[in-house]
C-alpha cells in the first residue's frame, strides 16, 4: 500500500495567476500520476509523471499550462498556470506501488478560481 | 482501453446485498477488470480486481461472466458508509498503466 499526502487541501485563487500542488508518498514509486476532476465529472488523466524524464501529457493537456516536476521518487509537483475559473477542479495524484495492481490515490486539492 | 458501461445510479437497503453491474463486451484477454469507489469529497480507493476468476476480499466480492463481456461487484452487507460513486474499469495489469474513469455508478445506501 502507500500512504499520499497533498497540499494544499484547498485554496482560492484569482483569475491569471498560478498555484503549485504537491504530492508527497510514503515509499518510492516508479511513476506517478496526476488527474482533474470538474465540478461533477468523473476524473480525467492529465499527465504520468516518471522520475528523470519528462511527463507524458493526455490529449488536450499540456506542458505550458499544466508543468510537472519529479525530482524524485516520493514527490511531485503539479502547476496549474494562468488560471481561469474553469480550472476549478479537485486535482488528485496517484501512485502504483510494487507489483500489487492497484493505485493509490490522494486526498485531493480543490482549487477554486474567482 | 475497453469501454465500460453502468447503471448511472442505484439504491440498496442497509444490510442487504448491493450488486452493482458493469459491462465490458470489447475486453481483451489481457485486461483484468478493476473497481474503485470514490466517497464524497474523497480520492479514489481501491476495491478489487480480476482477470476471470471470481474474487473476494474483505471490501467486497467480484462475479465474472465466463465469456467475461461482464462482471458484478457485491457488497454482501451494505451500510450507510458504502454510499459512494463506484467504478468499473478494465485495463492492462501492471505496467503502471493508466486507468481512465468512466461515469460510474452512484450507489446510495438507505437506512
Known amino acids: 500500500s502507500a500512504v499520499i499526502s497533498q497540499k494544499p487541501s484547498r485554496d482560492i485563487c484569482q483569475r491569471g495567476t498560478s498555484l503549485t500542488i504537491q504530492c508527497q508518498v510514503d515509499?518510492?514509486?516508479?511513476?506517478m500520476f496526476w488527474y482533474r476532476q470538474q465540478p461533477g465529472q468523473s476524473l480525467t488523466l492529465i499527465a504520468t509523471?516518471?522520475?528523470?524524464?519528462?511527463?507524458?501529457?493526455e490529449s488536450g493537456f499540456v506542458i505550458d499550462k499544466f508543468p510537472i516536476s519529479r525530482p524524485n521518487l516520493t514527490f511531485s509537483t503539479l502547476t496549474v498556470s494562468n488560471m481561469s475559473p474553469e480550472d476549478s477542479s479537485i486535482y488528485l495524484c496517484?501512485?502504483?506501488?510494487?507489483?500489487?495492481?492497484?493505485?493509490?490515490f490522494g486526498p485531493g486539492t480543490r482549487l477554486t478560481v474567482t | 482501453d475497453a469501454k465500460t458501461t453502468q447503471p448511472p445510479s442505484m439504491d440498496c437497503a442497509e444490510g442487504r446485498a448491493a450488486n452493482l453491474p458493469c459491462n465490458h463486451s470489447?475486453?481483451?484477454?489481457?485486461?483484468?477488470v478493476y473497481w474503485y469507489r470514490q466517497i464524497h469529497s474523497q480520492g479514489p480507493q481501491y476495491i478489487i480486481h480480476?482477470?476471470?476468476n471470481n474474487e473476494t476480499n474483505e471490501m467486497a466480492s467480484l462475479i465474472i461472466t465466463e465469456d467475461r463481456k461482464s462482471s458484478t461487484l457485491i457488497l454482501p452487507h451494505a451500510t450507510l458508509r458504502d454510499t459512494a460513486v463506484y467504478y468499473c474499469?478494465?485495463?492492462?495489469?501492471?505496467?503502471?498503466?493508466?486507468?481512465?474513469f468512466g461515469t460510474g455508478t452512484r450507489l446510495t445506501i438507505i437506512p
Open positions: 496517484s501512485v502504483e506501488p510494487g507489483q500489487g495492481y492497484e493505485q493509490y
Open positions: 515509499s518510492q514509486v516508479t511513476m
Open positions: 509523471a516518471n522520475q528523470g524524464s519528462e511527463a507524458t501529457y
Open positions: 470489447t475486453i481483451s484477454g489481457n485486461e483484468y
Open positions: 480480476g482477470l476471470k
Open positions: 474499469i478494465v485495463r492492462v495489469a501492471g505496467g503502471n498503466e493508466k486507468l481512465t
